[in-house]
């Protein structure tokens, strides 16, 4: 049975930091593309982050550029996103997906598989 499995989310003061942890279970998260996803009350689901296969390439969103790093343990088979400098804005749960296919990509069309998320609140 194929699972993702986020944890790491809490509540954090503006400026703060948070790492989560997406962990997979009969699958090689080495062999898929990883993307992380956040969801706001209201809005959609928005990718965030994108990263390829053999993680020559990673996309990231504007607002979370040079904020957020997405890293792969691949022998945990454990992806993380660390997260400074958080802002209010970036309360919202988090996904961490899995796509087969062979380029990143930000829809979440895209993913096959989607772990249950994780909440994130940034509050003073």
């Known amino acids: 049975q194929v699972q993702l499995v986020e944890s790491g989310g809490g509540l954090v003061q503006p400026g703060g930091s948070l790492r989560l942890s997406c962990v997979a279970s009969?699958?090689?998260?080495?062999?898929?593309?990883i993307g992380w996803f956040r969801q706001a009350p209201g809005k959609a689901r928005e990718g965030i982050i994108s990263?390829?296969?053999?993680?020559?390439?990673?996309y990231y969103k504007d607002s979370v550029d040079g904020r957020f790093t997405v890293s792969r343990d691949n022998a945990k088979n454990t992806v993380y996103l660390q997260m400074n400098y958080l802002r209010v804005e970036d309360s919202a749960v988090y996904y961490c997906?899995?796509?087969?296919?062979?380029?990143?990509?930000?829809?979440?069309?895209?993913?096959?598989?989607w772990g249950q998320g994780t909440q994130v609140t940034v509050s003073s």
């Open positions: 997906a899995a796509a087969s296919g062979i380029t990143i990509a930000t829809m979440p069309e895209a993913y096959d598989y």
């Open positions: 990263m390829a296969k053999n993680d020559e390439d990673t």
């Open positions: 009969g699958m090689s998260l080495d062999q898929y593309v």
